[in-house]
Nanobody, 124 residues
């Protein structure tokens, strides 16, 4: 069992930056790929970024590539999402997820554990 708790959301102006964190409980954190998804009002939850168990590879949605950076610290059981050059269309609830899929880009179906989410609002 893995419990995930996100933090760091808030209100920021377009062009600004925010850093999200996701703290995981349990001793199996390093066995999972870790992901960030987001869900905007009235839209489906979508993939944002993924990082492998060891942090050796990372993958990003085209919409955030070059602006967002995912990282993890297995000693602290924490995954991060640094978001720069934020746009109003980045406004969403951001969810941390843990999965053991072999896919580089997981769908929501592959996720084993979800956090409750943290709201990011980008004003224009």
């Amino acid at each position: 069992q893995v419990q995930l708790v996100e933090s760091g959301g808030g209100l920021v102006q377009a062009g600004g930056s925010l850093s999200l964190s996701c703290a995981a409980s349990g001793r199996t954190f390093s066995k999972y790929n870790m992901d960030w998804f987001r869900q905007a009002p009235g839209k489906e939850r979508e993939f944002v970024a993924a990082i492998s168990r060891s942090g050796g590879w990372r993958f990003y949605a085209n919409s955030v590539k070059g602006r967002f950076t995912i990282s993890r610290d297995n000693a602290k059981n924490t995954v991060y999402l640094q978001m720069n050059s934020l746009k109003p269309e980045d406004t969403a609830v951001y969810y941390c997820a843990a999965e053991a899929s072999v896919k580089m880009v997981p769908t929501t179906r592959e996720v084993d554990y979800w956090g409750k989410g943290t709201l990011v609002t980008v004003s224009s």
